[in-house]
């Protein structure tokens, strides 16, 4: 069993960021689902990362500094979705709402719900607030509010690669960001679910939804919460698999129009030209009977579109933009 202990001492705070050694590493993994395979050689290069997700009081200072409203805060505009009933047009987000029984797990509409007034101010619909939530991460953000944000703050979203390889906190082909055991000695490490998803929660990490963003050890980097508690957005598009022995997958220029966009559409649903971009990190509603997605390699597609209670973020800065 391995478990990181010692913070790496290559390792330094600058600015309040983590300054990362660059390396090589095997990103993504061949023994869970399809899209984390093949395992392959990636380098990336030295960058800086958030020590932690960004807060709801990080966030509240650019939305005060900038005016910004977010995409859950403005009514779609019904050309974007074909077919949609008018009454179904309002500002919302997708907000958890456990249902009182076992529910299909293939039927995300059992605990997923459309709530009007739902977004990062009001993260469980229009009645509640944030006002004990300064440290927890912000969620009900969009891949553009994320984006925002990064602008506002002198830096950029992180590729994939360097989210999992900042996640892997130096060590080399484990299953956790600690580790090969999911719960050393029954410690919780990370904020995800414990019972059967969706509807029986023990808590027996202590939370029921979000946590503090310190609230669990860091990794062997020094890095905070890149496993469970919130899905981070990353700068690359969606594809259904990785790309075997690509040379280098870092420091992508962002292209918001461009690259393989086209592919991080969803085949399933080819009436929906909503592009996709890679959530990295599970949530606290990752289950061992459901989205086993509280690992490093672990990625999930997410619509730039969309925003949820258990989708956040966290920045990055290449050594070569300081």
């Known amino acids: 069993m391995k478990i990181s202990a010692a913070i790496d001492p290559q390792v330094s705070v600058v ?12 990103m993504g993994s061949d023994r869970h689902y399809p899209e984390e395979a093949p395992t392959h050689r990636v380098t990336v290069d030295e960058f800086f990362i958030d020590r932690t997700p960004v807060t709801n009081r990080q966030f509240r ?7 910004h409203i977010t995409f859950a805060e403005i009514p ?9 009933l008018p009454h179904m047009i309002y500002a919302g987000s997708l907000t958890f709402s456990p249902p009182a029984k076992a529910v299909n797990l293939h039927d995300w509409s059992q605990w997923w719900q459309f709530m009007k007034g739902a977004d990062w101010q009001h993260p469980y619909g229009p009645k509640s607030d944030i006002n004990e939530l300064d440290n927890h991460p912000v969620v009900h953000v969009a ?45 919780h490490l990370a904020n995800t679910w414990q019972g059967e ?13 979000t946590s503090p ?26 594809s259904q698999q990785h790309e075997a022995d690509a040379p280098k997958a870092c420091c992508i220029p962002e292209n918001p129009r461009g690259g393989r966009e086209a592919e991080s559409l969803d085949p399933r649903q080819p009436q929906i030209r909503i592009p996709r971009k890679v959530l990295k990190g599970g949530s606290h509603l990752c289950a061992p009977n459901y989205c086993r997605r509280y690992r490093p390699a672990a990625r999930h597609a997410e619509a730039i579109d969309s925003s949820t209670s258990h989708v956040g973020f966290r920045c990055v800065k290449r050594v070569r933009d300081r």
């Open 143 to 187: 891949y553009s509010d994320a984006l925002a944000y990064a602008r506002w703050a002198g830096k950029d979203l992180p590729t994939e690669a360097e989210w999992e390889f900042a996640a892997r906190g130096g060590l080399s082909e484990v299953e956790y960001a600690w580790g090969d055991e999911f719960a050393p000695g029954g410690q």
């Open 15 to 26: 600015d309040g960021m983590l300054r990362i050694p660059g390396g090589t590493f095997r």
């Open 213 to 238: 963003v310190t609230a669990f050890p860091p990794n062997g980097y020094g890095v905070y919460d890149m496993i469970g508690n919130v899905w981070e957005w990353t700068s690359d598009w969606y």
């Open 76 to 84: 779609p505009d019904p050309k974007d979705y074909p077919g949609a």
């Open 61 to 67: 200072e650019f939305v005060r500094a900038t005016g």
């Open 197 to 209: 998803f969706p509807s029986q929660n023990l808590r027996a990490d202590g939370f029921e939804r």
